[in-house]
């Protein structure tokens, strides 16, 4: 794509600072380990809220006790699952690997590879740092081996093995390319979700889809429960449907909720408002909640806002030549965030600061 759409292959994007990939041999191995291993997490499920895949497994091993009584095979099949859905509440797959990946990068690099990676079990229902769920690597497993088994009996086509195979594709390609960072899981996203085109062949196994069907409500119940920028209040005492907007379109960034706050007070629904803010920070907030203001962007490097504009939004550092007093303060904060209406028309004979 990049080079259909830029003329590149866009190889300049891992030599950005801090972003160029090691390829030492070992430091290339604990990167891909690494990056394996983050698929695996408990989003919304920390500490005791991952007792409700001890609710899943007894749920599952009631349907079990009453299935026994009319077949032993179907009702031992929905206990093995209950089991499974029981040991997932207890991160043991995680603590063990994490273990050997930890000491693998000791004896590859020393403090400076075990001080550079994460270690902990991610928690956080947050889409920038979240991996692929509980199941996420059962099911890769098992998917690879059925569809492995399958083809060598002829009994599926080749395309589904680079199916099965491309997480594994886009985590080597990736660990080669750019470095370790806890944000990295989101990129293997493509091939988790051509992967995924062949899991139904390893629910073929009653266990495993039983399983799957529990656990799978669970993760996804905690997830949507505790998001972390929508919380629903189940568990919290942060509710998204007792926030006001500012406050609500604040709860997953950095962004100051001070400056929104301000705005949707004190800026009328139909101004026209220039902002010259840095490239990641929030801009639909400004259009207000009807999408009745109208926004310009303004470049925060002597950049010039328009004769129209009647409000000015400076974030931290911006330089926009102005006339001195053409422009009224009226907002600051201790981030460096500034607002300012007009208050006179721009007539000075040259822009100044």
Request: aromatic share 8%; proline share 7%; charged share 15%.
């Amino acid at each position: 794509m990049n080079l259909v759409e830029t003329g590149g292959l866009g190889t300049d994007v891992p030599n950005q600072p801090n972003q160029s990939a090691d390829l030492e041999p070992s430091v290339l191995a604990v990167t891909s380990l690494r990056l394996a291993l983050s698929v695996l997490d408990m989003s919304g499920a920390p500490g005791p809220y991952a007792l409700v895949f001890i609710a899943a497994a007894i749920g599952l091993a009631i349907a079990g006790l009453v299935q026994l009584r009319r077949s032993r095979g179907g009702g031992a099949l929905l206990l093995a699952a209950a089991l499974t859905a029981a040991v997932v509440a207890i991160p043991v797959v995680w603590d063990v690997v994490v273990r050997v990946v930890f000491k693998l990068a000791l004896f590859a690099g020393g403090h400076s590879l075990t001080d550079r990676f994460g270690w902990r079990l991610n928690t956080k229902a947050e889409p920038l740092v979240g991996g692929y769920g509980p199941l996420a690597l059962v099911l890769l497993a098992a998917a690879t081996i059925a569809v492995v088994t399958l083809w060598r009996r002829r009994r599926l086509p080749v395309l589904a093995v680079a199916l099965a195979a491309a997480p594994l594709t886009v985590l080597v390609t990736l660990a080669a390319a750019v470095s370790w960072d806890p944000t990295r899981p989101r990129f293997l996203v493509f091939g988790v979700a051509l992967s995924a085109a062949t899991w139904g062949v390893a629910l073929r196994a009653r266990p495993l889809a039983y399983a799957t069907a529990g656990i799978g409500s669970a993760a996804l119940f905690l997830a949507l429960a505790n998001y972390h920028g929508k919380p629903s209040g189940l568990f919290t005492a942060d509710s998204i449907w007792a926030m006001p907007r500012w406050e609500a379109q604040t709860t997953r960034n950095g962004f100051g909720a001070d400056v929104l706050r301000f705005v949707d007070a004190s800026v009328p629904a139909d101004a026209r408002l220039s902002l010259a803010i840095r490239g990641d920070d929030w801009i639909h907030p400004f259009f207000g909640p009807t999408l009745s203001r109208h926004v310009e962007l303004v470049s925060p490097r002597r950049g010039t806002p328009s004769r129209e504009a009647q409000w000015l939004v400076l974030g931290p550092n911006a330089a926009v030549a102005r006339c001195g007093g053409s422009w009224q303060a009226v907002f600051e904060n201790e981030a460096g965030w500034r607002v300012e209406r007009r208050v006179g028309p721009d007539r000075c004979p040259s822009p100044s600061d």
